[in-house]
């Protein structure tokens, strides 16, 4: 008998919550074609969230992608024309910097926090760690203009763009017009960065019907997606909590997915999203990402503190740093009855956090990390 994965119920009770407009669960394997063009350009998973963002002004079209693609690891767009987007985000390690804590720019400056995932991004609408861009194409110019990373202004870089015979006609293919602009830099990156869809994990398949899962893996399953309640002796690894469903990342509305996850006590605590909104309640909140891909994206947390999963899952079993901010999801969450005065932690047996690990294995696509589609097109 194929096994049915619980977050489904969670899923559609939060469809009725939100007032979807069907209660039917489709099929596994059904999925969403998105055209443009007169082409299909992208296919969603029908179990993925209905709540993905393209903007009107910004459709994805063929010559859009492809434009995007290009600019995505040109290396133009960088002060002394070595680096590109490319470069920190590589594919083969799912979009991250390849094992690094953090990246150095163009002047060998070295950032302090880690480089992001790049994955299932029409899923978001908060970026960087603080979340302060609302949108891709907002997030797509930043990087260049960051005097630490890639260290050029926007007017260097359409002007570069601008005297090359490759450039001005794919813009106008994609925007009717020869004349680049910054905007339509930010615009094309962020077509291209909108078809990084990871959907072809093991989970995807068990989610098809097409894996069945071993007992490690179910016990995993179990664990990631329930919230511990002792006193009745539910057993759970609190992780679905902010890694929400099939795609394992925060809420896509407002500012819910960030959160203070214990890393640091009050006196070490970065501002973090209280950056963005001024709100001292927001003071050690980062963005919860998505875990897909998450064997690939080492190391771990906004500052790239812990280098394995299991030194990530150690932290949250037993070396929560109590704060004000701390997140009530955390503060509230354990496997045996706690005191007022006990220390926050899990309590997971050796063989939970081996089956949590299994299923975090599970999460890896290796037809994300070397589809064509997403590859560097300058490459010999």
């Not at 079209?61 to 290396?75: C, P, S, V």
């Not at 804590?101 to 790049?118: A, V």
């Not at 909140?285 to 280098?307: C, E, V, W």
Request: aromatic share 10%; glycine share 8%.
């Amino acid at each position: 008998m194929k096994q049915i994965p619980k977050i489904r119920v969670f899923g559609w009770m939060i469809g009725l919550v939100l007032g979807l407009s069907a209660c039917v669960k489709p099929s596994e394997n059904e999925i969403q074609v998105i055209s443009g063009d007169g082409t299909d350009l992208l296919e969603i998973p029908a179990y993925f969230s209905p709540f993905y963002k393209i903007p009107n002004d910004n459709p994805l079209t063929d010559a859009g992608i492809e434009l995007g693609r290009m600019l995505f690891y040109e290396k133009r767009l960088s002060g002394n024309n070595t680096m590109s987007c490319g470069t920190c985000h590589q594919q083969k390690f799912a979009f991250t910097d390849g094992g690094n804590q953090f990246s150095k720019g163009i002047d060998g400056t070295e950032g302090d926090l880690n480089t992001m995932s790049l994955v299932n991004l029409m899923w978001q609408n908060r970026f960087f760690w603080n979340g302060r861009s609302e949108t891709l194409e907002i997030q797509a110019l930043e990087p260049i203009q960051n005097p630490i990373e890639m260290h050029e202004t926007l007017e260097n870089a359409v002007q570069k763009l601008q005297e090359t015979n490759l450039y001005p006609p794919k813009f106008k293919e994609a925007f009717g017009s020869e004349i680049i602009t910054a905007e339509n830099i930010g615009k094309a990156i962020a077509q291209f960065e909108r078809t990084l869809i990871s959907s072809n994990s093991k989970y995807d398949k068990y989610w098809r019907g097409e894996y069945q899962l071993t007992d490690l893996e179910a016990l995993g399953d179990d664990l990631f997606f329930t919230h511990p309640e002792a006193r009745i002796g539910l057993r759970g690894g609190n992780c679905g909590d902010c890694h929400l469903g099939p795609l394992t990342s925060g809420s896509s509305r407002g500012f819910d997915g960030f959160h203070n996850n214990g890393l640091d006590s009050d006196e070490k605590l970065r501002n973090g999203l209280q950056e963005v909104t001024g709100n001292y309640f927001d003071k050690g909140k980062f963005k919860a990402p998505s875990l897909r891909n998450i064997a690939l994206t080492a190391p771990y947390m906004h500052d790239g503190r812990f280098q394995t999963l299991e030194e990530v899952l150690d932290h949250y079993n037993e070396h929560i740093q109590n704060s004000e901010t701390l997140d009530p999801l955390i503060r509230e969450a354990s496997n045996e009855i706690l005191s007022s005065e006990d220390t926050v932690k899990l309590h997971l047996t050796e063989m939970e956090k081996k089956a949590i690990l299994a299923f975090l294995a599970m999460l890896t696509d290796e037809d994300f990390i070397t589809d064509e589609r997403f590859s560097d097109p300058f490459a010999e």
